[in-house]
């Protein structure tokens, strides 16, 4: 049996011939950029999200970079946000010519930690982005109180947690601006690229359709500088396809990784932990675990599939040197970047799958 991280072909063999006739009926209808699916998306997602608005663009990079865009980030400001997340949440602040501004993180969620955010906001601080790592939401209510005392803008990076919800709410509602990723990865992937920035604001609504778009709302007249971001209209088809599935497909990984927890009872590693007022999506089923490194290499040899989400944290990584980030600067952080693992997750997932994958950690830990 071969065993996957993620199985997005599998996934597709349940719903192909749905998804091949929306892929057949975009290649007829020649209308493959802004054709007719992406806006029919756009609405089932604001609608999904209980959100007046969303703007398709080409990946979740994207979406971040163009909801700084759109709110006049650039030099001379800062933007605060976690050292642990992938690259693209600060890559994007750097771009821009502002300043990511790191502060660490809850050591129980892996998310920002807004009891440390206060001390990190200067006079040029003009937004906060938490991101809902792993699809834990991050605890939005102190960080939106922040944001209000200090007239900050909040942009939730919710690449990872489509789906998720905070005290009932969905994630991507709290802040100015959400920003989505449908990288073929995540719980609601596209067969390519794609991400989308959804808000209630309906000038920023259109300043970030304006930017998608070359800056442009009527065509070859430029108002202001923009980029070439659109979600290609097969994308959106597929997508439409997908989407109905979203909530099932969060309860089937929500199963899976009860069941890990389940089946690692005994072990001396920390299981994910959900927060009373949230609803997890296990984008990500992420261990705390004792001798990662070692059993990473154990699992390795036996080909069962784990990634580590992530090994660097952002402060140390080498593109953002000039930043003069030192080891030891976010212990919590780094401490989380040497101790996680994460296991397989999919909707693929077999209970046999997961038995293999628990008993190979059990053994390996009753070894040693
Ligand atoms: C937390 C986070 N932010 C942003 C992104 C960027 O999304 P994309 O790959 O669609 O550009 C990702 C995707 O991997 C992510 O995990």
Redesign the pocket.
Known sequence: MKLQMVDVVGQYQHIKPEVDAAVRRVLDSGQFINGPDVGELECSIAGYLGMKFAAGCA??????QIAMMALGIGPGDEVITTPF??V??AETIGLLGAKPVYVDIDPVTFNIDPRRIEAAISPRTKAIIP?H?YGHPADMDPILALAQKHGLRVIE?A??ALGASYRGKRVCSFGDIG?I???PS?NLGAFG???MIVTNDQALDGRMRMICAHGSKVRYYHEILGVNSRLDTLQAAILRVKAPHLDAWNAARRNAAERYTDLLRGAPLTPPSVQPHCEHIFHQYTLRVPRRDELAAYLKERAIPHAIYYPVPLHLQQAFSMSGGRKGDFPVTEAAAAEVLSLPMHTELTEEHLVIITDAIKTFYAAR
């Open positions: 990946s979740g990079t994207d979406a971040l997340t992938f693209a949440t991101v790592l990076d690449a990872q920003c990723s449908f990288f995540k690229d794609g991400g």
